[in-house]
C-alpha cells in the first residue's frame, strides 16, 4: 500500500469515492483547495482511499490553536478490511504534524475507527428548533438598533465580530482564511447587520428553507456582542412571525438560548459530536491559553503508539504564569491517546476520565491536569467539515 498526497489527476477516482461512500451525485470541478491537502491510499495503482485534511484553529483559553480537519474519509468497498483507513489516519498524523497542526477533529460516523487512532468525543454542534411562539416569549430590547444587509465592505467588521464571541468559547473554530471564505455568507438569503460606533455589534446569517405549509428559516449565525444586540437579532426573528412555521438556529453562541431564550424543559435539538486528538502536546500546549496558577508540575506518561514523537514520560510545567511540556519526570500520571483530546478541550475532568479507563495514577497530579483547563462549559464549533 502507498500513501500519497492528493493531486488533481486523482479527479475521476476522487468522485468515484465519494459517491460510493458518500452518495455524492455532482462531480467536482477540483479536488486541491487553497487551505486543504488531501492524502490517497494505492494499491496495485488505484486509488483505494483517501481523506482530506482541513487548516483550521481552535479557541482555548482565547488563544487559537492550529488545528487539522479531517473529512471525507472513504475507502472502496472491494479493499475493505485491508486496512487502508488506519494507514491513512496513521499517515494524517504525521501530515498535520509537519503542517504545524497539533490538533486534530473530525465528526465521526464509525468512532470505533477513530479511537482506535486516538481520537476521543470532545464537543458539540448542535441546531435548535425555535417554535415562533418561542419567539414571541423573548424579552423585548431596551435599546433599538437598526439593521441594515451587510455590504461586501462590511465583511472585516463581520468576522471581527464573530471572533469577539467566539474566542471566548472554547473549540470553536477561528474562520480563518483560506479554508473558510468570510465573502461566501453574502451568497446567503439573509445577512443583516447591526452597526455600532466601533465596528459591528452583531450580525445574523439565514436562508429561506421549505417545511410545512409556511417554511422555515435557517439560522446559521446569531452573534451578539452584548446584550442588546442579541435581544434586537432574536426580535428581528420574532418579527417574521406568521410567515414561518419556525425557525432552525445554529447554536453559535450557547449565551444566546441559555440565558436569553424562552426554551421549555424539552425542546427540539440535533447535535452532533465531534472528536479531538492532540497530535503533538508540546506544540498544543505551548499555542493554547491557560488560567494563571501557582507554579506547580505533573509528571505524565503518554502512552500513545501512534505519535511516538510524544508518547513516554512527559512533564507539564506551570512557571511564571507559562504552561509548557518538556521530556522526562516520573510519569506518575498515566493519560491515554484518548484522554488527550478529552482533556485538552475540557470535555472530561479526570474523574471521569479514569472511570472510562483512560487515566491511571496519582490523584493529585490529575486534580491539576483540572485546574489547568478549567472546564469552561461545554466545548462548541459552529463550523461542520
Not at 367 to 383: C, E, K
Request: with cysteine; proline share 6%.
Amino acid at each position: 500500500m502507498r500513501i500519497r498526497e492528493l493531486t488533481e489527476d486523482d479527479l475521476d477516482a476522487v468522485f468515484r469515492l465519494r459517491k460510493l461512500a458518500f452518495n455524492a451525485t455532482e462531480r467536482p470541478e477540483r479536488v486541491v483547495r487553497p487551505g486543504s491537502h488531501g492524502l490517497v491510499a494505492e494499491i496495485d495503482g488505484r486509488v483505494a482511499g483517501m481523506l482530506g485534511i482541513g487548516s483550521y484553529a481552535q479557541f482555548y483559553g482565547g488563544a487559537a490553536v492550529p488545528m487539522g480537519g479531517i473529512g471525507g474519509v472513504a475507502v472502496d468497498g472491494a479493499y475493505r478490511g485491508r486496512g487502508v483507513a488506519n494507514a491513512l489516519l496513521d499517515a494524517a498524523l504525521h501530515t498535520m504534524r509537519e503542517h504545524g497542526q497539533p490538533l486534530s477533529v473530525l465528526y465521526a460516523t464509525v468512532p470505533t475507527l477513530y479511537r482506535k487512532r486516538g481520537w476521543e468525543r470532545a464537543g458539540v454542534f448542535e441546531w435548535v428548533e425555535l417554535p415562533m411562539a418561542r419567539l414571541l416569549s423573548v424579552p423585548r430590547p431596551a435599546e433599538q438598533i437598526p439593521s441594515r444587509p451587510a455590504w461586501e465592505s462590511d465583511l472585516p467588521a463581520l468576522h471581527e465580530c464573530y471572533l469577539q464571541v467566539a474566542r471566548t468559547i472554547d473549540g470553536m473554530a477561528d474562520r480563518r482564511p483560506p479554508r473558510i471564505d468570510v465573502a461566501k455568507v453574502l451568497e446567503m438569503d439573509l445577512v443583516s447587520v447591526l452597526p455600532g460606533p466601533n465596528g459591528l455589534r452583531g450580525y445574523l446569517t439565514a436562508q429561506r428553507e421549505p417545511g410545512g405549509d409556511m417554511g422555515r428559516l435557517k439560522v446559521y449565525d446569531l452573534v451578539g456582542v452584548d446584550v442588546e444586540a442579541q435581544l434586537n437579532l432574536l426580535a428581528s426573528l420574532a418579527s417574521w412571525t406568521g410567515t414561518l412555521e419556525a425557525v432552525d438556529l445554529r447554536i453559535t453562541d450557547p449565551a444566546t438560548l441559555g440565558f436569553l431564550g424562552s426554551t421549555p424543559m424539552r425542546y427540539s435539538v440535533w447535535t452532533s459530536t465531534w472528536m479531538q486528538r492532540v497530535v503533538d502536546l508540546p506544540a498544543a500546549v505551548a499555542a493554547r491559553g491557560w488560567p494563571r496558577l501557582a507554579d506547580v508540575a505533573v509528571d505524565l506518561e503518554v502512552v500513545d503508539e501512534h505519535a511516538p514523537w510524544h508518547a513516554g514520560p512527559q512533564r507539564i510545567v506551570v512557571e511564571d504564569g507559562a504552561v509548557r511540556v518538556e521530556p522526562g519526570g516520573t510519569g506518575a500520571v498515566r493519560l491515554h491517546a484518548r484522554a488527550l483530546g478529552a482533556w485538552f478541550s475540557g470535555a472530561q475532568n479526570t474523574h471521569a476520565l479514569r472511570r472510562g479507563g483512560l487515566l491511571e495514577g496519582d490523584s493529585a497530579g490529575a486534580a491539576v491536569l483540572d485546574q489547568l483547563v478549567g472546564a469552561a462549559g461545554t466545548p462548541r464549533l459552529a463550523d461542520f467539515f
